[in-house]
């Protein structure tokens, strides 16, 4: 019998031994959430941290999770932040598992003058733990074929009110995460030069796209992808997520196998996608980050991490800390 590919008993076919067990690791960016019965908490969180690696801190992502029923609409993703900081405050209670340390939560920044006040209640009820906003610009103009389809209005990264909006993040010392496509780099750089105030964390390495009409043109992405990452890296306020690349989307057709991929095989796949970012940005702009649960569809969380250590591993030890460790605790303020 073939097990359904995401689920625990297919993630289980391959296992591995945690590399470099001792290295500490902060993982900045993963999501919870209740979804019709596919959970996602703080006990899923644990299970996949608790894997042989030294997970100390991780950083919540928004993901329209637990929004308010009622009230607002600009002030429902406010029940995102509580749910989280709910979450948070229980991983505190055990010192000897991974403590969710900050809260990256969503707020429309075309609102304008009613930022401020929405950022302040996100802080609060985040109770320390909140450190940025997350309005992402990803826009599918060929959604077909594709598992997670953005459904960000067209041209989001030139509206002005957004642009303000972001500006204004800046000033009250909040960072700003963003994903696309890799079709808006270069809409993604532009916006980066119009806001060099603010901190900007580009997500999953701008997503380049390998399903529907981008399957079977990987090498001409890449060679796109890459002149890209060097305009990116030009912009000294944006900082790089490193991961993201096993979502089905990217067309590794991990998700559609009778087996998941070792450490091994995702590292010799990936590798360039890291490398040259990393040669980009240098290690102290760039952090390590496993998506999870959405990068579970194709892979393992200790597979995961053992895949990013092999790919670091050409870099000396205070590169491979920056990478796991140093840059997030800095970026999103955790020391």
Not at 18 to 41: K, M
Not at 54 to 71: L, M, N, P, Q
Not at 221 to 247: H, P, Y
């Amino acid at each position: 019998m073939t097990e359904q590919p995401g689920s625990s008993a297919w993630l289980a076919l391959h296992n591995e031994s945690a590399l470099d067990p001792d290295r500490p690791i902060i993982d900045p960016h993963h999501h919870l959430w209740r979804r019709n019965g596919s959970n996602y908490l703080l006990d899923d969180l644990w299970k996949d941290t608790q894997t042989g690696h030294r997970i100390e801190k991780t950083v919540f992502i928004e993901c329209h999770a637990e929004y308010r029923k009622e009230g607002a609409d600009h002030l429902k993703p406010l029940g995102e932040t509580e749910f989280v900081a709910a979450q948070a405050e229980k991983s505190e209670a055990n010192n000897q598992r991974a403590t969710i340390a900050g809260i990256v939560g969503h707020v429309d920044l075309r609102l304008a003058a009613k930022i401020e006040p929405i950022v302040n209640a996100h802080i609060k009820l985040g109770g320390g733990r909140f450190r940025g906003i997350r309005h992402a610009g990803a826009h599918a103009t060929h959604p077909e074929g594709m598992t997670i389809i953005g459904r960000a209005p067209e041209g989001l990264y030139e509206d002005e009110g957004y642009r303000t909006g972001l500006r204004l993040l800046g000033e009250m010392g909040m960072s700003f995460d963003t994903w696309h496509y890799h079709y808006q780099n270069t809409s993604f750089i532009n916006l980066a030069r119009a806001c060099p105030g603010t901190t900007m964390i580009l997500d999953h390495f701008g997503t380049p796209l390998g399903v529907g009409a981008f399957a079977n043109k990987r090498q001409t992405i890449f060679t796109t992808w890459q002149r890209d990452i060097e305009a990116i890296a030009s912009c000294s306020n944006v900082i790089a997520k490193l991961g993201g690349l096993a979502m089905p989307d990217n067309g590794f057709g991990w998700s559609e196998r009778a087996n998941p991929p070792s450490s091994d095989e995702f590292a010799d796949l990936q590798s360039p996608y890291y490398t040259h970012t990393i040669d980009c940005f240098g290690s102290e702009r760039c952090m390590m980050e496993s998506n999870f649960p959405v990068d579970k569809l194709s892979i393992s969380y200790g597979v995961l991490y053992n895949g990013l250590k092999k790919i670091a591993g050409s870099y000396d030890d205070a590169e491979q800390h920056q990478l796991f460790y140093g840059t997030a605790e800095r970026i999103y303020k955790l020391s």
